[in-house]
């Protein structure tokens, strides 16, 4: 496991993990209800996911930041199975996983950085 968050309601613990998954776990069954895979594996020629948005920040206004989609084909890093089990050289961790997960205020959604 490389992060853990609870919700704002107590409901939900969401974890990162090396395997590049984020899990969610009911505090109330103790069982996970969702699990998201960022090692996507259905990509088509072009790197690249129907199931996929991504948003970049483009300009910060005095409201906060402005984010815009990126508009598609685009195309997105994939790491061979060999690269993942890769350690770093000076710790025990691997260099890829969910490495952050933030959650609104309101507990209705969630973002994860993976690395």
């Known amino acids: 496991m490389r992060t853990l968050e609870v919700t704002p309601n107590k409901q939900y613990i969401l974890s990162g993990y090396c395997d590049q998954k984020m899990r969610m776990i009911s505090t109330l069954s103790w069982k996970e209800v969702y699990s998201f895979n960022h090692g996507i594996e259905d990509l088509d020629d072009n790197n690249s996911s129907a199931d996929v948005n991504i948003y970049v920040e483009s300009e910060t206004k005095e409201d906060g930041p402005l984010y815009e989609a990126v508009s598609k084909p685009f195309k997105l890093p994939r790491l061979a199975p060999n690269q993942i089990s890769q350690v770093q050289a000076d710790t025990d961790l691997p260099r890829v996983g969910v490495s952050k997960i933030r959650i609104s ?11």
């Open 105 to 115: 205020p309101d507990s209705t959604f969630a973002a994860s950085v993976n690395e």
